[in-house]
């Protein structure tokens, strides 16, 4: 629901800090004073189209704050979660205008598209007011409502998920039938190339092998030639070396007495067991080393092959055994496109089928609950004072040759204002007034079964008075214990039924708007009663008209 509206800037309002409660929030304020500014102000973080001319005087910009708490709104939540903006328990919708003309949109501070504002904002609020109905014209909504006051979400999930793995299978077969012409030439030049790997057989890591071989054959003559003077260096050098220096050490060392000495001795003859051992190890690498200039060119020439193909087929060395698989693997898939195109026309028709007969159910459940709505509607619109309108429910069958996401119908919703003329679409209502009573009747009807949690009217009440309008307060009131309302109105009758009661007030070409206790409500009642002139009767009369509404 909607926690609070921040405004800076916007038309006649300086700066404006809003808290919107639970249930019905009904606004009133003096002709001029701008009671739908605040309207105005939410209705562009929910992505209606602005302009530079919104901006108040003297500013170079103008900035809206909506926050909704979405705990249990499970569609807005899913949404802000599918687009990972951050907070999944809060959406902060904010608009910036400047002078430039421009202007820009954020959703949890991430900036987000005029369309996404849209998409977003029509899961938190619908306004509806003689000017603006944001949803209420458009057939889209009218199927949602319908299907939600008939409770179909069974069908409809089933109907989507259809309808998308029937347009994922579709894809692929097109995509198999368009490049069916193609397949043949390309075909036989993978087989080409495989046949040419397959040929080299390059495995993992075997190129890394025969370069540590290569540079080692490569280097042999010279490895043999220092290994044998490391060995005559050590041992085989009669005159001087290592080994026998050391022995010659230890002999000297050996004939003194000091036991100071002892350590140090053993550390010689350590040394020289160390040495033995390098000596004899370094002997039988010698021994087993063979110079092999025809290994050598073997080697060399295998390289050589594997370095070619590689630059032939533009990949590292490495990459030439995944690179085989994968051209077997492209292959096979070729191969086998007739195949999948037999399986995938079987499972489409399977699919259709399937589809049309869920589809059927659907129509049939859309038929009954049409009727139900068409009745509750029309009922209501008479308790609005619309005694000849008549609220009618269109299903119109869709083109049955492929499934859609929807179904297989379009709704959209009549009506007729007067019995004597046939029902027409909504968006021929000239009446903003009756307009914006159809859109009450529906709503309430459709309370229960709604997603939106937030529900603004403007004005709705014009052209009514007397019964009518305490009718419409009341339902209104109604409304409020199962959604949020938000109200602007100029009935004292209507203005009585609210849950709270914000004023606007208009102070030296500023708007403000306050949140009246009480005493401060059956003035304001009493001025809406009488005009700018309270009296002790009016004010009587304010009192115990909130008195009795909020028993």
């Not at 209705?43 to 500013?59: F, H, K, Y």
């Not at 037999?342 to 049309?356: H, M």
């Not at 700018?532 to 009767?537: P, V």
Request: hydrophobic letters at 40%.
């Amino acid at each position: 629901m909607l926690r609070n509206l921040n405004i800076h800037n916007f038309t006649l309002v300086r700066e404006l800090d809003i808290e919107i409660n639970d249930g019905m929030s009904v606004v009133t304020g003096e002709t001029g004073a701008g009671k739908s500014i605040m309207l105005d102000a939410l209705a562009l973080t929910l992505g209606s189209r602005a302009d530079a001319s919104l901006i108040s005087t003297g500013s170079d910009r103008a900035e809206i704050i909506a926050t909704f708490d979405i705990y249990g709104n499970e569609s807005a939540r899913q949404w802000i979660s599918e687009r990972e903006l951050q907070d999944e328990d809060t959406c902060i919708l904010r608009r910036v205008l400047t002078r430039d003309g421009r202007s820009r949109g954020f959703i949890n501070g991430s900036p987000s598209t005029l369309s996404d504002m849209r998409q977003i904002g029509s899961l938190l609020a619908d306004i509806h007011s003689q000017h603006e109905h944001q949803s209420l014209l458009s057939q889209e909504t009218h199927r949602r409502l319908l299907d939600e006051y008939g409770m179909h979400k069974d069908l409809t999930s089933e109907i989507s998920e259809l309808h998308r793995e029937f347009q994922d299978k579709e894809s692929r077969l097109q995509q198999l039938i368009s490049t069916a012409g193609k397949e043949s030439s390309k075909l036989q030049l993978l087989e080409y190339q495989l046949e040419e790997l397959q040929a080299i057989s390059v495995t993992s890591g075997e190129a890394k092998g025969l370069e540590a071989e290569q540079k080692r054959l490569s280097n042999a003559e010279d490895i043999h030639f220092r290994c044998n003077q490391a060995i005559e260096l050590c041992r085989d050098n009669d005159s001087n070396n290592v080994s026998a220096m050391l022995a010659h050490a230890i002999d000297h060392l050996a004939i003194i007495d000091d036991k100071n000495l002892t350590s140090v001795i053993e550390l010689l003859r350590s040394s020289q067991i160390q040495i033995d051992e390098a000596i004899n190890e370094l002997q039988s690498a010698v021994d087993s080393f063979i110079v092999d200039p025809a290994k050598l060119k073997k080697v060399e020439a295998r390289l050589s092959s594997i370095y070619d193909i590689a630059r032939k087929h533009h990949v590292e060395i490495d990459q030439l055994p995944e690179l085989t698989k994968g051209i077997s693997k492209e292959i096979d898939t070729m191969k086998n496109a007739d195949v999948e195109v037999a399986t995938l026309q079987v499972d489409l028709e399977g699919l259709r089928e399937k589809y049309l007969a869920t589809a059927k159910q659907l129509t049939n459940r859309r038929q009954s609950a049409a009727k139900k709505l068409e009745s509750a509607v029309t009922n209501k619109l008479r308790e609005l004072g619309m005694s000849e309108s008549d609220f009618g429910v269109q299903l119109k069958p869709r083109t049955p040759e492929r499934p859609y996401a929807s179904g297989a119908e379009d709704v959209e919703f009549l009506v007729s204002t007067n019995n004597k003329q046939p029902n027409q679409s909504l968006a021929k209502i000239v009446s903003g007034g009756e307009l914006s009573r159809i859109s009450l009747a529906i709503q309430v009807v459709t309370a229960d079964t709604s997603q939106v949690p937030t529900l603004v009217f403007d004005e709705v009440d014009v052209g009514i008075g007397g019964a009518i309008a305490e009718v419409v307060g009341s339902l209104l009131k109604n409304l409020g214990t199962k959604t949020q309302i938000v109200c602007v109105t100029h009935l004292p009758q209507v203005a009585v039924q609210g849950h709270h009661h914000l004023q606007v007030i208009k102070d030296n070409a500023t708007t403000n708007v306050v949140a009246l206790a009480r005493d401060e409500r059956v003035a304001e009642i009493a001025r809406m009663l009488a005009g700018i002139e309270m009296t002790d009767q009016s004010l009587a009369h304010a009192k115990q008209m909130l008195t009795s509404a909020q028993e």
